[in-house]
């Protein structure tokens, strides 16, 4: 039997994808390992998204390669994910080490074909044999991160924003069963998984294509009769998809985190549409009050672009002006990228000087903001999640935190805390906050619950 290595670059949907590689691979008997110099195969999964990540996931492909050469290792390379899908002609050309490509709807070939592989025979794009992707992960247990686990609930998209490459790549919006998502999750739940994660391109669209109706809260509602003690936390929500039905469903679950993950990308009403995006800035407030009004402390996280095409001063400062009025607890900002092959690429692009300077104005107002919000949390009590222990301190993330993206909440060890169980909940009072490293710190008011 082989050892593997698999390096995951990209989002969550990505981390997955190589979830199911893992899982296929151990259930065949392979064996996992995170040292590249005992690997007999490094799976490379990548991410295909914008410049920085196409340059990322070419680096990785290279590093890997030059460590075999350098050590004379015999090691074999897979490379798939977004990037495969994207340029897949370019990276064979490249790469020429590279043993064997898949793209996103043909990765559940790897543990079928790992035997022709080590043996030295070559292989791209098999998508006329590809297998059905098996979502129940046999062996959940090494799959998993810590104590939460990503489940998504559905692959592709159906929008067609002018700056992403993702529907060309992943396809069109096909949604899974309630009842497989069902089984998975309460397979993780069993298995001690504290947090899963509900993503997809567009979380808030599910069920639409299997049942005629936007079914999030359907979803939600089954998933929440699962009796073990977890969250539910929701990524990617989609502004005009996010219905009223869902809204009340996460208010009306104690199981389903307060935490509004809704990437609103922009306000202005001329970029939106330059973006083709639905919705429009009063719309979007309108959305985010409903949310407040029906959500007791809720949280809510989005994600803009600066810089796209026809962005001027005056719309940047409308963006502007909207965040400082709604105040958005969590909020990430990206530098617009012209990306070959999306609308965008051909619209008159904006002075890379100019854009900069947008995207540290807006992010510098947004620090304030978080920095507002966070200290008004010291003195608070939440439920947290105990997931690491690091040094001196134990390491933990109340609702208001989404591992990877978020802060953490940092618990000094002593002698009445020192029993802490990692992978537990327990009540934790917030008493500081760094807004340097963005990080909280707290101590135990009671035992577990």
């Given amino acids: 039997m082989a050892k593997f290595t698999v390096i995951t670059l990209g989002c969550s949907k990505n981390t997955v994808d190589s979830e199911i590689i893992s899982a296929s691979l151990l259930d065949k008997g392979h064996h996992y390992t995170n040292n590249i110099q005992e690997s007999d195969i490094v799976i490379i999964n990548t991410c295909g998204f914008i410049k920085p990540a196409i340059n990322q996931s070419n680096q990785t492909i290279n590093n890997v390669i030059n460590t075999i050469k350098e050590n004379n290792l015999k090691t074999k390379v897979i490379v798939t994910g977004c990037l495969v899908t994207r340029q897949r002609e370019k990276l064979v050309k490249i790469f020429k080490e590279v043993n064997a490509f898949y793209d996103t709807g043909t990765f559940n070939n790897i543990s079928y074909d790992i035997d022709k592989i080590l043996k030295g025979e070559k292989i791209v794009y098999l998508s006329e044999y590809t297998k059905s992707i098996d979502y129940s992960y046999k062996l959940s247990k090494f799959i998993t991160t810590g104590y939460y686990s990503y489940v998504k609930i559905a692959e592709g998209c159906n929008h067609t924003c002018s700056f992403c490459f993702i529907p060309k790549i992943r396809g069109k919006y096909k949604s899974r069963e309630i009842e497989d998502i069902y089984k998975e999750v309460k397979k993780l739940v069993y298995l001690g998984i504290k947090e899963i994660i509900l993503v997809s391109q567009d979380t808030s669209f599910y069920g639409y294509d299997l049942y005629k109706k936007l079914a999030l809260n359907e979803l939600l509602e089954k998933l929440a009769t699962i009796d073990r003690d977890f969250w539910i936390r929701l990524l990617y929500l989609y502004p005009t998809t996010l219905n009223t039905d869902a809204i009340k469903t996460i208010a009306n679950y104690s199981k389903i985190v307060k935490y509004i993950d809704i990437p609103l990308q922009h306000v202005s009403l001329k970029v939106l549409r330059a973006m083709r995006r639905p919705g429009h800035k009063e719309f979007y407030l309108k959305l985010l009050n409903k949310i407040r009004e029906n959500i007791d402390n809720v949280v809510i996280r989005s994600t803009f672009i600066v810089g796209h095409p026809y962005e001027e001063e005056e719309d940047f400062q409308e963006l502007l002006s909207f965040l400082e009025k709604v105040k958005i607890e969590r909020a990430g900002f990206f530098k617009y990228y012209r990306e070959y092959g999306t609308l965008s690429y051909s619209l008159p692009q904006v002075n890379y000087k100019i854009k900069q300077k947008r995207y540290n104005e807006v992010v510098n107002l947004q620090n304030e903001i978080l920095k507002e919000w966070s ?58 906050y760094n807004n340097k490293d963005y990080e909280f710190y707290g101590e135990l008011v009671s035992n577990k619950k």
Avoid at 393 to 402: I, V
Avoid at 413 to 427: A, L, Q, S
């Fill in 375 to 432: 200290i008004k949390q010291i003195n608070k009590e939440y439920r947290v999640l105990i997931e690491a222990k690091d040094n001196d301190f134990f390491l933990g993330r109340a609702y208001f935190d989404a591992p990877e993206v978020d802060s953490i909440i940092k618990i000094k060890i002593n002698k009445n805390n020192k029993k802490i169980k990692i992978g537990n909940f327990y009540d934790v009072k917030i008493t500081d």
